[in-house]
């Protein structure tokens, strides 16, 4: 079967590609292993999928490069995404700093990429073993399917319990493509035994302004049986690196606190304090680490404020990540330097293409990595549909 583009890979990215290359009049064959397409959409945002976000700049991007995403997200942005949805009926809402939601389902979303592909004409194999890649005479062959233009939008290894693999990386390195080593990001971070007093109060969750290096955001974090999660701590998760610590801000103004606590209630003892501003099970552990058994009427200004250093940069030091099982995404991929950013094509091997989560290009939490999906997946599309001339 011959057609002018294979895209593999039917999540994001490669629905919106084989759309937008099937409508401007490309024969396009979709493939994926899985039995259903974008499953990573379905599970998205609570089943609501954050499908894009208000905010989206190429500043909320990781990459080795980190003017490669300008083009896409230019030249197709979130409203132009938004536009679509709104043209398909779908309803949606604003959360918190810039996340859209479907008011309803998840679902809303892959049934409206499925129309538009159908709109496309594009066929669509599910089910199907990508198998052995052959390239020769200028065409690719997958799976009894040949085409001058191949699209590798297959993801990356996080949540592999929804089929998800590393097979962009292989394909990518049988044609010469160099790939940023991947690690997990948006992940859970883990914590050492020397760390079990906040271990113990899992489920405890506050706001907070977590960092590393220059890197900061300001969420929720939440304190687990493994160690740290909660949106704050998934975005900070992107930049940490094995051996670097973390710091948290539970409260910015804790010397101001710790001095009004003393004068109002000099009697009471430093986890009363605390308990005011914090949760109580996390008040009575930062409690236990600051260690002042006196009442706060009994403690000098100058301890006082060396305590609040606890509330204002509580540091550790993770052992790890909680692995791609966790992973909202993945950090690292095809490098970009072996792409071009206007159309996402291999510089080195014409009719190769490279998009979405497959690249080294990962958003923040919040919709990012969709909108990086979708415009990366037109990006491709459209060139697909230039390069029939």
């Known amino acids: 079967m011959d057609y002018d583009a294979i895209i593999l890979g039917a999540g994001g990215a490669g629905l919106l590609a084989a759309a937008t290359a099937g409508q401007a009049g490309a024969r396009i064959c979709l493939i994926d292993h899985a039995d259903k397409p974008g499953k990573k959409i379905l599970i998205s945002g609570g089943g609501r999928c954050n ?16 003017h490669f995403a300008k083009s896409a997200l230019s030249r197709y942005t979130q409203w132009d995404f938004l536009a679509l949805v709104e043209q398909h009926g779908i309803d949606w809402h604003e959360k918190t700093l810039g996340q859209l939601f479907c008011d309803g389902s998840a679902r809303q979303i892959v049934e409206m990429l499925l129309g538009e592909c159908q709109r496309g004409g594009v066929e669509i194999r599910l089910s199907t073993d990508i198998g052995e890649i052959s390239h020769a005479d200028g065409r690719f062959r997958v799976a009894n399917a040949t085409a ?4 590798i939008a297959t993801g990356g290894p996080s949540i592999p319990k929804m089929g998800a693999t590393g097979k962009a990386y292989e394909i990518a390195r049988r044609f010469g493509l160099h790939v940023v080593t991947p690690r997990p990001a948006l992940v859970p971070l883990t914590l050492g035994p020397d760390e079990m007093l906040f271990r113990e109060i899992s489920g405890v969750s506050c706001p907070a302004v977590a960092r590393v290096g220059d890197r900061a955001f300001e969420e929720a974090a939440l304190f687990t049986h493994k160690g740290l999660s ?6 900070i998760s992107s930049y940490w690196k094995p051996g670097e610590t973390i710091a948290l801000t539970l409260v910015a103004d804790a010397v101001e606190m710790l001095r009004g606590a003393k004068r109002r209630m000099p009697r009471a003892h430093m986890k ?3 308990a005011e501003r914090l949760p109580n099970r996390l008040a009575e552990a930062l409690a236990a680490r600051i260690d002042i ?13 060396h305590a609040a250093e606890t509330l204002t940069r509580l540091t550790f030091r993770p052992t790890g990540t909680e692995g791609y099982a966790k992973a909202e995404v993945t950090a690292g991929g095809i490098d970009t330097a072996e792409l071009s950013s206007k159309t996402m094509e291999a510089r ?5 293409y490279a998009i979405g989560e497959a690249v080294d290009v990962t958003g923040w939490l919040g919709g990012y990595n969709f909108q990086w999906a979708w415009s990366s997946g037109v990006a491709a599309g459209r060139a697909i549909a230039a390069r029939m001339g």
């Open 348 to 352: 080195r091997v014409p009719g190769l």
């Open 293 to 305: 058994a006196r009442e706060l009427g009994n403690i000098a200004d100058a301890e006082l404020d």
């Open 230 to 235: 909660g949106p704050a701590i998934l975005q």
């Open 51 to 66: 499908f894009t976000n208000r905010e989206t700049e190429p500043a909320c991007f990781l990459s080795e490069n980190p």
């Open 148 to 151: 001058p233009q191949l699209v």
């Open 272 to 274: 009363a304090a605390l």
